[in-house]
């Protein structure tokens, strides 16, 4: 399989050395169960008034994880593609909790519990990696969100790392931007617990067991300035100038 396309992560298991502090199991389970109840009662609103409820409903659910969402940066205009480290199903959370965005996300998020259907709802643009054909219907149909207006959340990276490692952008998305017009802002996501990574064998389901055992986590969310591609610039030089723009910062855990 082309690895540009279906890319693989260095990081596994083994990048979360556990052990730091935990509240107890049954504070970490009510924290589940107010997850599932902001989730029943917050998807009906969602379906009915999209976005506003949509950041509402991700908000809530990172609050009641215990998660503290920290916003730094310029506020991207609407129209622009926020291009992201990836380190977690949270990452999706945030990208709608700060931004009226539609998100790119792969196939498989579909079907998740709780993240999939807060995805759905929100419009995100599914991506079925195992069709590469598809990759320009994608492309077309991010350019056409950004040239009505609408801001798009993509994962160029194409899977997640831990956050002290990182892959390359991907740079296909890119030009989506490129035929659009459309201003490209680099956006950092930040943890300050290798406990938030979603690597590995990891599933939801033990993800979220393990987030809500965190006694205190931060997820810091850091935008730059918007890059202005040219009409007709290279999209994978493109590519590189976003990560470049991110620094040091976006591939570390925050302190």
């Known amino acids: 399989m082309n690895t540009l396309w279906h890319p693989a992560s260095v990081c596994d298991d083994r990048c979360r050395p ?12 009510l924290r589940l169960a107010g997850l599932f ?21 991700c908000r809530a659910l ?3 994880l215990g998660v503290r969402l920290v916003l730094r940066g310029p506020a991207p205009r609407p129209g622009s593609l ?28 579909r079907a998740w519990p709780a993240v999939g259907v807060t995805a759905r709802r929100s419009g995100t643009i599914f991506i079925d990696r195992s069709r590469p054909r598809d990759l320009p219907v994608a492309v077309g149909e991010v350019a056409g969100a950004l040239r009505a207006g609408r801001s798009v959340a993509a994962f160029p ?18 030009q989506a931007a490129i035929d659009a017009g459309a ?15 979603f690597i ?9 067991v393990r987030v809500a055992r965190v006694r205190r986590l931060t997820l810091t969310v850091i935008t ?17 100038a976003a990560e470049r723009s991110m620094g040091g910062h976006g591939y570390r855990l925050a302190a």
């Open 224 to 240: 730059a300035p918007a890059l202005r591609p040219a009409p007709g610039a290279d999209r994978r030089a493109l590519a590189r």
């Open 183 to 197: 201003p490209v802002v680099p956006t950092s996501i930040m943890y300050d617990s290798a406990e938030a990574a």
């Open 157 to 174: 990276e194409g899977t997640t790392f831990c956050g002290a490692e990182h892959g390359r952008f991907r740079p296909a998305l890119f």
């Open 37 to 57: 109840t902001v989730l029943l009662l917050g998807l009906p609103p969602v379906a009915l008034l999209r976005g506003a409820a949509a950041r509402t409903l």
């Open 82 to 109: 926020l291009v992201a480290n990836h380190v977690s199903w949270m990452d999706i959370l945030a990208l709608v909790a700060v931004s009226p965005v539609r998100l790119v996300a792969k196939h498989d998020v």
């Open 62 to 64: 990172l609050a009641v």
């Open 200 to 208: 590995g064998d990891d599933t939801l389901l033990a993800s979220l």
């Open 18 to 29: 556990g052990g730091g502090p935990h509240v107890a199991a049954g504070r970490a389970g």
